[in-house]
């Protein structure tokens, strides 16, 4: 999300070296501090997380910041959907020997889906008594072949919690009541985003419906098929009455996405937020029910941060694992695996195979 740092190419042929490297760390430092002005944090990476003093995840459950655990080692599904509040789609699911590298498991779950005869399954649970800050971590793995995903995993609040997921597609939240941040494969592009739902969500022509916004909208994040990933979503809620809430995304480890107040630089296109871009951006203005052209500098501006809720006693309270599929050739056949799925306080990262 950075720019590259280019040096000037006359410092670069006619500064001594030691002047030199003081002058880069001198620029490298201001710039430092310029981020972290602007609100940004260092976020940990790689195999520095809770997992990786619980190798294969083996005892996870016992670090203070884990608030819960799914690694689908049920004698049988039957017995895997009471561990849930919520569950869709029980005839799709079967416990499968294929675990990803590393696992201190043996099974995992097979969503197995078929075009034409549903949408798919769901599992959903409340996490009480419901936080501030959570890290979901999860591996999943699609098949080759796999029809295009329309929405996948979810997570975020409702007041009260409720025991199976809320409605509310293409509604914009009140900031009271709810909100989601949804982690997809977007659709035919098959590409890593976010779908969120929160007060100030943007919307889009022709009547300025509110879907779920995006943010990342990189073509070289592609998802893999046919191999376990680990995915990693953080979100931060906001003090009520500021905009400071935050949300970032780690696949296999690299932390790909931070979005916060201050951070990255971009511009707004309805619904979406592109990070890195700037010049001309458009809004969809409610009180004039019509599209408003804005102009951003070149670079983009600043990204005002998340004012996820408007209220205190809205928290972070619910996880929704979906394969919702619905665009799927007739008889088409879609697997998806899923497995190792870990919700914390602090950041988790990748399974670990040996302690650190």
């Known amino acids: ?23 880069s760390f001198g620029i490298a430092w201001s710039f430092g501090i310029a981020m972290l002005s602007a609100g940004e944090s260092p976020l940990p990476e790689g195999p520095h997380g809770i997992a990786a003093d619980f190798p294969g995840d083996k005892g996870i459950e016992k670090d203070d910041n884990v608030v819960f655990v799914e690694q689908f080692d049920a004698r049988s599904v039957a017995q895997l959907v009471t561990r849930w509040d919520s569950a869709q789609g029980e005839k799709l699911m079967t416990l499968s020997s294929d675990v990803p590298a590393g696992s201190a498991g043996g099974t995992s779950l097979l969503i197995t889906h078929v075009g034409g005869e549903s949408d ?21 793995k699609f098949a080759d072949d796999c029809a295009a995903i329309h929405h996948f ?3 975020g609040g409702y007041n009260p919690a409720t025991p199976w997921p809320q409605g509310g597609a293409g509604e ?4 009271h009541e709810r909100f989601s941040t949804g982690v997809e494969p977007f659709g035919d592009l098959w590409q890593w985003d976010y779908y969120s739902y929160w007060q100030e969500m943007r919307g889009s022509p022709p009547r300025g419906q509110t879907w779920g916004n995006s943010f990342v909208h990189d073509p070289a994040l592609k998802v893999r098929r046919d191999t376990w990933i680990c995915a990693e979503l953080m979100m931060k809620l906001n003090d009520v009455g500021d905009s400071n809430g935050e949300m970032a995304l780690w ?11 201050g951070f990255p630089q971009g511009k707004w296109v309805y619904d979406k937020f592109l990070p890195g871009e700037g010049c001309e951006g458009v809004r969809w203005n409610d009180s004039k029910k019509s599209p408003e052209y804005l102009q951003f500098p070149r670079e983009g501006e600043p990204f005002p941060g998340f004012a996820w809720r408007g209220d205190d006693n809205l928290k972070l309270n619910f996880l929704w694992l ?7 050739p007739r008889d088409h056949v879609s697997k998806i695996w899923f497995d190792h799925i870990v919700v914390a306080r602090e950041y988790i990262g990748p399974i670990a195979t040996a302690a650190r």
């Not at 999300?1 to 002058?23: I, N, Q, Y």
């Not at 599992?123 to 501030?132: E, F």
């Not at 914009?172 to 900031?175: A, E, K, S, V």
């Open 1 to 23: 999300m950075m720019g590259e740092f280019r040096k000037p190419r006359s410092a670069r042929l006619s500064v001594p070296l030691v002047a030199l490297v003081a002058w």
């Open 153 to 155: 995993f979810h997570v």
């Open 322 to 328: 979906l394969c919702y599929i619905t665009d799927a």
């Open 120 to 140: 798919g399954g769901h599992l959903y649970t409340r996490l009480a008594p419901g936080y501030d800050k959570l890290h979901y971590r999860f591996y999943v």
């Open 172 to 175: 914009r939240p009140l900031g």
């Open 251 to 261: 696949i296999d480890g690299k932390l790909v996405s931070h979005l916060g107040p």
